[in-house]
């Protein structure tokens, strides 16, 4: 069993990424970094809790970030926003770099206290 918090949290971090991805151009704020690095932050934040909290599954939550993250592409078009692919590829190494911080830092916390 997913332990609570992990869920509770990733699902607010997934409407947190939504509704910021899904804001209309006009309106977005003017960024200090690169697009693609917000996509790759917004991305490993959303998988770590999961991977930490299972980190046997962090395959099936980074396909389903994967695909959270195709959904938003495809999207944003109805919002006067541009779908790119080097979008989904940051989001996917965001992804990949989510996993593997969870999934190490569950590895080293079991060493000292399992």
Sequence with gaps: ????????????????????????????????ATDKLHHVIAFAVLVLPMSFAKPHQFWKYAVYGI??????E????????????GDV??????????????VGLRTWISRFYC
């Design 1 to 32: 069993m997913t332990p609570f918090w992990a869920r509770r949290v990733t699902v607010s971090l997934a409407a947190l990424i939504g509704l910021a991805t899904l804001i209309p151009a006009q309106q977005l704020p003017d960024a200090l």
């Design 67 to 72: 695909m959270f993250g195709i959904f938003i």
């Design 74 to 85: 495809l999207a944003q078009p109805f919002v006067n926003r541009s779908g790119e692919l």
């Design 89 to 102: 590829l940051a989001d996917a190494c965001g992804i990949m770099l989510g996993c593997v911080v969870g």
